[in-house]
């Protein structure tokens, strides 16, 4: 395997130009999707007692939020769809007369949206945490609050802690719109557990987050952590929210029992991690102008991936990254410590620690495959998810 081509070529899961099947499904579903999402933000929280700062971060999270990909909205509904639409003789719930099939679709794309806007507030705190100013290219919500206040004169450290404030502040508004949209599907059948979905994939994701920060201590304890604890962090604070409890909720909304959704649920999970594997891959060897984010940050702040698992385990990169802790640690110029990560980068490269990544992103979208090769599904919901695995695998951004 070519492991840059595999890490960056092809398109992005359930982008407008992906030639996957039910296309008429994904445009129904993201125009359902955005709807919900748009009465969202249509009823400003707190209304006319709210001061003009809070109209103004609403404006900037409804921006925020209008960008993206929708790929969970769109998990909700394959989950409900794959259940629905199953061949009659699997015993699996099916139909319902066309006011009821409608219902259950409203549902569908509000959960969809509560877990789009779950998504957005992860991705606001997340940015604060790994202190990044851009995503996709754009600046942040904390950037944006830290540039206003320079702007205004605030000095550089207070800016700094403006931002970071807002950018919490933000990441809980979004939450609780999140939650409160999830509580309120109006789904017929296994509300409460729909909505537990979104509950637990904040959770889960917390407890990753939590992971993820305490494992980026091994630049400093000189302790990295194992491969396994790496992936078990992943699922945590990634793939649950984004691919395991999705499924799930639109498999429960369909009236799924809970084995069926479980075993639809593990199958996201593997397909979750495998996707975060590749999204460390592009973190490191991937181009910044294709990803919309630097190619040396993961290094530069000590990230705990299976690239640097594997590649600790030869002397030339375990000393290269090595380096970038010391120079990091030690406050060296900028210069001496992006010659730092590029050196790491190579000798990850050269290690063979992306194509070990690559290889492992492979073998759990293997057996997420014989997962859902076991679940009954009609032929146009099996070739999505055999669409969306390829796509894992070779995605660019």
């Excluded at 609050?145 to 933000?170: F, K, L, Q, T």
């Excluded at 994939?201 to 917390?206: E, Q, V, Y």
């Excluded at 304890?221 to 945590?236: K, V």
Aim: net charge negative; proline share 5%; aromatic share 4%.
């Amino acid at each position: 395997m070519n492991p840059l081509a595999a890490g960056i070529g092809g398109a992005a899961p359930w982008s407008a130009s992906a030639a996957t099947p039910g296309l008429d499904d994904a445009g129904r579903a993201r125009a359902a999707v955005r709807a919900e999402l748009d009465r969202v933000f249509a009823e400003t929280p707190l209304c006319a007692d709210a001061p003009d700062s809070f109209h103004l971060l609403w404006a900037r999270l409804r921006e925020a939020v209008s960008g993206g990909k929708l790929v969970r909205p769109r998990l909700v509904d394959l989950g409900w769809r794959t259940v629905r639409r199953a061949p009659a003789s699997s015993g699996v719930p099916r139909g319902g007369t066309g006011e009821e099939e409608a219902a259950d679709l409203r549902a569908v794309a509000r959960v969809g949206a509560a877990f789009e806007l779950l998504h957005a507030a992860l991705i606001v705190h997340d940015d604060v945490i790994d202190r990044d100013d851009l995503r996709r290219g754009r600046p942040t919500v904390a950037e944006q609050y830290r540039r206003d206040a320079v702007r205004d004169g605030v000095p550089a450290g207070e800016a700094e802690h403006v931002g970071r404030s807002a950018g919490i502040i933000a990441g809980d508004l979004l939450l609780t719109a999140a939650f409160r949209l999830a509580a309120a599907s109006g789904a017929r059948v296994r509300a409460a557990e729909a909505a537990e979905s979104v509950f637990r994939a904040a959770s889960a994701a917390a407890a990753g987050e939590l992971e993820d920060v305490l494992l980026a201590l091994h630049r400093h304890t000189g302790h990295h952590p194992e491969a396994g604890r790496i992936l078990t962090m992943e699922r945590l604070k990634t793939a649950g929210y984004s691919f395991e409890e999705p499924l799930r909720a639109g498999a429960l909304l369909a009236g799924a029992d809970p084995a069926h959704a479980e075993a639809l649920a593990e199958a996201g999970a593997l397909l979750g991690v495998a996707y975060q594997v590749v999204d460390d891959v592009l973190g490191t060897a991937g181009d910044p102008a294709v990803t919309g984010k630097p190619h040396d940050a993961d290094l530069r702040e000590g990230k705990a991936t299976l690239l640097t698992a594997h590649g600790r385990r030869d002397p030339r990169a375990r000393a290269a990254l090595d380096r970038v802790a010391r120079a990091e640690r030690h406050g060296e110029d900028l210069g001496e410590l992006a010659a730092a990560v590029a050196e790491a980068r190579a000798a990850l490269v050269d290690a063979g620690s992306v194509e070990h990544a690559l290889g492992v992103a492979e073998e759990l979208v293997d057996q997420a495959r014989a997962l859902l090769d076991a679940l009954p599904m009609a032929p146009a919901e099996r070739a999505e998810f055999a669409a969306t695995c390829g796509q894992i695998l070779q995605r660019e951004a």
